[in-house]
Protein backbone atom coordinates (compact mmCIF):
# COMPACT_ATOMS: atom_id res chain seq x y z
CA UNK A 1 0.00 0.00 0.00
CA UNK A 2 0.69 3.84 -0.43
CA UNK A 3 2.15 5.12 2.37
CA UNK A 4 -0.14 6.73 4.66
CA UNK A 5 -2.92 4.56 3.25
CA UNK A 6 -4.34 1.59 5.04
CA UNK A 7 -5.59 -1.03 3.59
CA UNK A 8 -8.82 -2.61 5.37
CA UNK A 9 -10.13 -5.98 4.87
CA UNK A 10 -11.21 -9.36 6.31
CA UNK A 11 -10.68 -12.72 5.91
CA UNK A 12 -13.19 -15.51 7.05
CA UNK A 13 -13.75 -19.30 6.21
CA UNK A 14 -11.30 -18.66 3.57
CA UNK A 15 -13.43 -15.86 1.47
CA UNK A 16 -11.63 -12.31 1.85
CA UNK A 17 -13.42 -9.35 1.56
CA UNK A 18 -12.10 -6.92 -1.28
CA UNK A 19 -9.21 -4.39 0.59
CA UNK A 20 -10.62 -0.86 1.10
CA UNK A 21 -7.89 1.27 1.06
CA UNK A 22 -8.16 4.62 3.67
CA UNK A 23 -6.33 7.36 3.90
CA UNK A 24 -4.81 7.68 7.23
CA UNK A 25 -2.11 10.59 6.31
CA UNK A 26 -3.81 13.29 8.40
CA UNK A 27 -3.20 10.99 11.71
CA UNK A 28 0.59 11.82 11.78
CA UNK A 29 -0.09 15.43 12.03
CA UNK A 30 -3.46 15.23 14.50
CA UNK A 31 -2.26 12.65 16.81
CA UNK A 32 1.30 13.25 17.59
CA UNK A 33 0.03 16.80 18.66
CA UNK A 34 -2.98 15.81 20.67
CA UNK A 35 -0.76 13.55 22.52
CA UNK A 36 1.91 15.95 23.02
CA UNK A 37 -0.68 18.50 24.33
CA UNK A 38 -2.00 15.79 26.82
CA UNK A 39 1.45 14.54 27.98
CA UNK A 40 3.02 18.15 29.03
CA UNK A 41 -0.29 19.10 30.78
CA UNK A 42 -1.17 15.92 32.25
CA UNK A 43 2.39 15.29 33.12
CA UNK A 44 2.45 18.92 34.92
CA UNK A 45 -0.81 19.31 36.41
CA UNK A 46 -1.09 15.89 37.50
CA UNK A 47 2.47 16.08 39.32
CA UNK A 48 1.32 19.47 41.12
CA UNK A 49 -1.77 17.97 42.49
CA UNK A 50 0.41 15.05 43.35
CA UNK A 51 3.07 17.54 45.03
CA UNK A 52 0.35 19.39 47.10
CA UNK A 53 -1.26 16.57 47.90
CA UNK A 54 1.52 14.88 49.71
CA UNK A 55 2.73 17.85 51.68
CA UNK A 56 -0.29 17.74 53.69
CA UNK A 57 -1.17 13.78 54.28
CA UNK A 58 -2.77 14.48 57.07
CA UNK A 59 -5.75 16.80 56.25
CA UNK A 60 -6.56 13.90 53.59
CA UNK A 61 -10.34 13.53 53.50
CA UNK A 62 -12.44 10.90 51.33
CA UNK A 63 -12.65 13.62 48.50
CA UNK A 64 -8.88 14.12 48.12
CA UNK A 65 -8.27 10.20 48.38
CA UNK A 66 -10.19 9.75 45.04
CA UNK A 67 -8.54 12.69 43.71
CA UNK A 68 -4.86 11.59 44.84
CA UNK A 69 -6.30 8.30 42.84
CA UNK A 70 -7.04 9.82 39.83
CA UNK A 71 -4.50 11.96 39.45
CA UNK A 72 -1.79 8.83 40.24
CA UNK A 73 -3.90 7.18 37.16
CA UNK A 74 -3.65 9.92 34.78
CA UNK A 75 0.44 10.84 35.29
CA UNK A 76 1.28 7.25 34.76
CA UNK A 77 -0.78 7.01 31.62
CA UNK A 78 0.93 10.52 30.50
CA UNK A 79 4.57 8.80 30.87
CA UNK A 80 3.46 6.31 28.08
CA UNK A 81 2.49 9.35 25.40
CA UNK A 82 5.77 9.71 24.29
CA UNK A 83 6.40 6.48 22.81
CA UNK A 84 2.52 7.21 20.71
CA UNK A 85 3.99 10.30 20.11
CA UNK A 86 7.57 8.85 18.58
CA UNK A 87 5.33 6.34 16.36
CA UNK A 88 3.19 8.57 15.05
CA UNK A 89 6.19 10.92 13.82
CA UNK A 90 7.52 7.78 12.14
CA UNK A 91 4.79 7.00 10.42
CA UNK A 92 2.81 3.87 12.60
CA UNK A 93 6.73 2.59 12.63
CA UNK A 94 7.15 0.67 16.37
CA UNK A 95 10.66 0.42 17.37
CA UNK A 96 9.96 -0.25 21.17
CA UNK A 97 9.12 -4.08 21.27
CA UNK A 98 5.91 -5.93 21.91
CA UNK A 99 5.67 -5.32 25.77
CA UNK A 100 5.93 -1.66 24.98
CA UNK A 101 3.33 -1.67 22.64
CA UNK A 102 0.90 -4.22 25.06
CA UNK A 103 1.60 -1.49 28.03
CA UNK A 104 0.96 1.45 26.24
CA UNK A 105 -2.48 0.29 24.74
CA UNK A 106 -3.45 -1.14 28.06
CA UNK A 107 -2.51 2.10 29.93
CA UNK A 108 -5.30 4.01 27.66
CA UNK A 109 -8.08 1.91 28.96
CA UNK A 110 -6.59 1.58 31.97
CA UNK A 111 -6.45 5.27 32.55
CA UNK A 112 -9.70 5.72 30.76
CA UNK A 113 -11.89 3.55 33.16
CA UNK A 114 -10.08 4.31 35.84
CA UNK A 115 -11.25 7.76 35.24
CA UNK A 116 -14.57 6.90 34.87
CA UNK A 117 -15.11 5.26 37.83
CA UNK A 118 -13.30 7.28 40.59
CA UNK A 119 -15.26 10.35 38.96
CA UNK A 120 -18.06 8.03 40.27
CA UNK A 121 -17.12 7.29 43.25
CA UNK A 122 -16.97 11.10 44.00
CA UNK A 123 -20.61 11.67 42.81
CA UNK A 124 -22.12 9.50 44.66
CA UNK A 125 -20.02 10.32 47.60
CA UNK A 126 -20.95 14.30 46.91
CA UNK A 127 -24.43 13.09 46.51
CA UNK A 128 -24.99 11.46 49.55
CA UNK A 129 -23.04 13.44 51.53
CA UNK A 130 -25.62 16.86 50.95
CA UNK A 131 -28.65 14.51 50.28
CA UNK A 132 -27.82 12.00 52.70
CA UNK A 133 -25.48 13.20 55.63
CA UNK A 134 -26.16 10.76 58.16
CA UNK A 135 -25.24 7.91 55.76
CA UNK A 136 -21.85 9.41 55.19
CA UNK A 137 -20.60 9.44 58.21
CA UNK A 138 -19.52 5.58 58.56
CA UNK A 139 -18.66 5.96 54.46
CA UNK A 140 -16.49 8.57 54.39
CA UNK A 141 -13.87 7.49 57.36
CA UNK A 142 -10.47 6.87 55.46
CA UNK A 143 -10.27 2.67 55.80
CA UNK A 144 -13.57 2.79 53.99
CA UNK A 145 -12.52 5.19 50.72
CA UNK A 146 -9.09 3.71 50.39
CA UNK A 147 -10.76 0.22 50.51
CA UNK A 148 -13.00 1.55 47.64
CA UNK A 149 -9.93 2.89 45.42
CA UNK A 150 -8.17 -0.50 46.00
CA UNK A 151 -11.61 -1.88 44.99
CA UNK A 152 -11.95 0.11 41.81
CA UNK A 153 -8.09 -0.41 40.56
CA UNK A 154 -8.79 -4.10 41.22
CA UNK A 155 -12.01 -3.89 38.99
CA UNK A 156 -10.45 -1.81 36.08
CA UNK A 157 -7.24 -3.64 35.54
CA UNK A 158 -9.65 -7.18 35.47
CA UNK A 159 -11.30 -5.47 32.71
CA UNK A 160 -8.91 -4.24 30.59
CA UNK A 161 -5.81 -6.71 31.54
CA UNK A 162 -7.11 -8.59 28.63
CA UNK A 163 -5.53 -5.83 26.25
CA UNK A 164 -2.68 -7.68 26.83
CA UNK A 165 -3.56 -10.09 25.07
CA UNK A 166 -5.09 -8.23 22.03
CA UNK A 167 -2.44 -5.57 21.33
CA UNK A 168 0.63 -6.80 19.87
CA UNK A 169 2.93 -5.51 17.30
CA UNK A 170 2.29 -7.30 13.97
CA UNK A 171 5.02 -6.75 10.69
CA UNK A 172 3.29 -4.64 8.34
CA UNK A 173 3.54 -4.40 4.42
CA UNK A 174 7.52 -3.46 3.57
CA UNK A 175 8.87 -5.33 6.66
CA UNK A 176 8.25 -2.69 8.96
CA UNK A 177 6.35 -3.27 12.64
CA UNK A 178 3.49 -1.86 13.75
CA UNK A 179 1.51 -1.30 17.24
CA UNK A 180 -2.01 -2.71 16.26
CA UNK A 181 -4.38 -1.17 19.17
CA UNK A 182 -7.28 -3.65 18.70
CA UNK A 183 -6.47 -7.30 17.57
CA UNK A 184 -4.57 -8.37 14.42
CA UNK A 185 -7.38 -9.92 11.51
CA UNK A 186 -6.54 -13.34 13.04
CA UNK A 187 -8.02 -12.40 16.76
CA UNK A 188 -10.25 -9.67 15.47
CA UNK A 189 -13.45 -11.73 15.69
CA UNK A 190 -12.36 -12.65 19.37
CA UNK A 191 -12.10 -9.31 20.25
CA UNK A 192 -15.34 -7.71 19.44
CA UNK A 193 -17.50 -9.33 22.19
CA UNK A 194 -14.98 -7.80 24.51
CA UNK A 195 -14.27 -4.51 22.78
CA UNK A 196 -18.22 -3.50 22.69
CA UNK A 197 -18.81 -5.04 26.23
CA UNK A 198 -15.59 -2.49 27.46
CA UNK A 199 -17.91 0.18 26.39
CA UNK A 200 -20.64 -0.73 28.48
CA UNK A 201 -18.78 0.24 32.01
CA UNK A 202 -18.57 3.68 30.28
CA UNK A 203 -21.88 3.78 30.01
CA UNK A 204 -23.33 2.16 33.73
CA UNK A 205 -20.75 4.71 35.21
CA UNK A 206 -21.76 7.84 33.55
CA UNK A 207 -25.81 7.02 34.30
CA UNK A 208 -24.64 7.21 38.61
CA UNK A 209 -22.76 9.87 38.10
CA UNK A 210 -24.90 12.48 36.15
CA UNK A 211 -28.07 10.94 38.47
CA UNK A 212 -26.24 11.80 41.14
CA UNK A 213 -25.68 15.08 40.41
CA UNK A 214 -29.11 16.16 38.91
CA UNK A 215 -30.64 14.97 42.15
CA UNK A 216 -29.09 18.21 44.11
CA UNK A 217 -28.01 20.22 41.95
CA UNK A 218 -31.22 22.43 43.02
CA UNK A 219 -30.04 22.58 46.42
CA UNK A 220 -26.45 23.76 45.75
CA UNK A 221 -26.51 25.10 42.10
CA UNK A 222 -24.53 27.96 42.29
CA UNK A 223 -21.86 25.93 44.25
CA UNK A 224 -21.58 23.35 41.44
CA UNK A 225 -21.69 25.38 38.42
CA UNK A 226 -17.70 24.60 37.56
CA UNK A 227 -18.10 20.81 38.35
CA UNK A 228 -21.13 20.60 36.08
CA UNK A 229 -19.38 22.67 33.50
CA UNK A 230 -16.21 19.43 33.97
CA UNK A 231 -19.04 16.91 34.30
CA UNK A 232 -19.94 17.61 30.20
CA UNK A 233 -16.39 18.55 28.81
CA UNK A 234 -15.93 14.56 30.43
CA UNK A 235 -19.00 13.97 28.37
CA UNK A 236 -17.69 15.38 25.18
CA UNK A 237 -14.09 13.74 25.82
CA UNK A 238 -15.67 10.25 26.88
CA UNK A 239 -19.26 9.78 24.56
CA UNK A 240 -17.86 10.60 21.13
CA UNK A 241 -14.86 8.04 21.52
CA UNK A 242 -17.01 5.20 22.71
CA UNK A 243 -20.02 5.36 19.99
CA UNK A 244 -17.42 5.40 17.25
CA UNK A 245 -15.44 2.98 18.25
CA UNK A 246 -18.23 0.48 18.58
CA UNK A 247 -19.87 1.55 15.47
CA UNK A 248 -15.78 1.18 14.16
CA UNK A 249 -15.82 -2.68 15.34
CA UNK A 250 -18.79 -3.76 14.72
CA UNK A 251 -18.58 -2.41 10.85
CA UNK A 252 -15.08 -4.46 10.88
CA UNK A 253 -16.63 -7.48 11.53
CA UNK A 254 -19.66 -6.76 9.01
CA UNK A 255 -20.54 -7.76 5.49
CA UNK A 256 -20.57 -5.95 2.43
CA UNK A 257 -19.74 -2.37 4.08
CA UNK A 258 -18.91 0.51 1.96
CA UNK A 259 -15.37 1.82 1.58
CA UNK A 260 -16.76 5.05 1.64
CA UNK A 261 -18.88 4.52 5.45
CA UNK A 262 -15.37 2.55 6.66
CA UNK A 263 -13.69 5.93 5.75
CA UNK A 264 -15.48 8.05 7.30
CA UNK A 265 -15.86 6.00 10.42
CA UNK A 266 -12.56 5.12 10.84
CA UNK A 267 -11.38 8.86 10.65
CA UNK A 268 -13.87 9.63 13.52
CA UNK A 269 -12.67 7.12 15.28
CA UNK A 270 -9.19 8.04 14.95
CA UNK A 271 -9.94 11.53 15.75
CA UNK A 272 -11.66 10.96 18.94
CA UNK A 273 -9.56 8.75 20.51
CA UNK A 274 -6.92 11.33 21.27
CA UNK A 275 -9.73 13.46 22.24
CA UNK A 276 -10.95 10.49 24.92
CA UNK A 277 -7.58 11.24 26.38
CA UNK A 278 -7.30 14.70 27.59
CA UNK A 279 -9.82 13.63 30.76
CA UNK A 280 -6.18 12.67 31.92
CA UNK A 281 -5.40 16.73 32.55
CA UNK A 282 -8.72 17.53 32.57
CA UNK A 283 -9.56 15.32 35.71
CA UNK A 284 -6.41 17.60 37.70
CA UNK A 285 -8.52 20.93 36.60
CA UNK A 286 -11.22 19.58 38.87
CA UNK A 287 -8.98 19.61 41.25
CA UNK A 288 -7.99 23.26 41.24
CA UNK A 289 -11.70 24.36 40.12
CA UNK A 290 -13.07 22.52 43.22
CA UNK A 291 -10.45 22.86 45.62
CA UNK A 292 -11.12 24.79 49.21
CA UNK A 293 -12.63 28.70 48.92
CA UNK A 294 -13.85 28.76 52.74
CA UNK A 295 -16.29 25.77 52.86
CA UNK A 296 -19.85 25.61 51.64
CA UNK A 297 -21.39 26.24 54.70
CA UNK A 298 -21.08 29.12 57.19
CA UNK A 299 -19.56 28.94 60.01
CA UNK A 300 -21.11 26.90 63.23
CA UNK A 301 -22.26 28.83 66.32
CA UNK A 302 -20.29 27.48 69.19
CA UNK A 303 -23.51 25.78 71.02
CA UNK A 304 -23.85 23.71 68.03
CA UNK A 305 -20.54 22.76 66.97
CA UNK A 306 -19.12 18.99 67.91
CA UNK A 307 -19.86 15.25 66.39
CA UNK A 308 -22.92 14.54 67.60
CA UNK A 309 -24.18 17.98 65.71
CA UNK A 310 -26.41 15.77 62.79
CA UNK A 311 -28.12 14.10 65.78
CA UNK A 312 -29.18 17.06 68.01
CA UNK A 313 -30.28 18.98 64.48
CA UNK A 314 -32.52 15.72 63.87
CA UNK A 315 -33.99 16.00 67.39
CA UNK A 316 -34.32 19.88 67.12
CA UNK A 317 -36.06 19.81 63.32
CA UNK A 318 -33.21 22.23 62.89
CA UNK A 319 -33.86 22.79 58.93
CA UNK A 320 -30.55 24.21 58.09
CA UNK A 321 -28.42 21.93 55.46
CA UNK A 322 -25.62 20.08 57.47
CA UNK A 323 -22.54 20.11 55.82
CA UNK A 324 -20.31 17.34 56.43
CA UNK A 325 -16.39 18.55 56.59
CA UNK A 326 -15.82 16.90 53.30
CA UNK A 327 -17.63 18.96 51.51
CA UNK A 328 -15.92 21.68 52.17
CA UNK A 329 -13.29 20.33 49.49
CA UNK A 330 -15.92 18.84 46.92
CA UNK A 331 -17.94 22.32 46.49
Not at 5 to 18: A, F, I, N, V
Not at 189 to 215: I, R
Amino acid sequence: PQEGKHPWGRTTGGESSPLCSIDESYKYIFLPTCYSFTFVFSLSLNAVVLLRSFRRTKRWNASLIYMVNLASTDFMYGLSLPFLVASYVMRDRWVFGDFMCRLVRFLFYFNLYCSIFFLTCISVHRYLGICHPMRVIALETKKAVKCTCVLVWAVVFALTCPIFRFARTARAAGGVDNCWDDAIDRDFSDYVPYGVALHMEFAAGVSVFLGADSTYAGRRRKSIRTIVTITLLFALCFFPFHVTRTVFLLLKVSKGVPCQTMTTVSMCYKITRPLASFNAWLNALLYFLTKDKGGCCPPPAPATTGPLLPLRMLAKGDERTYCPPHLNTLI
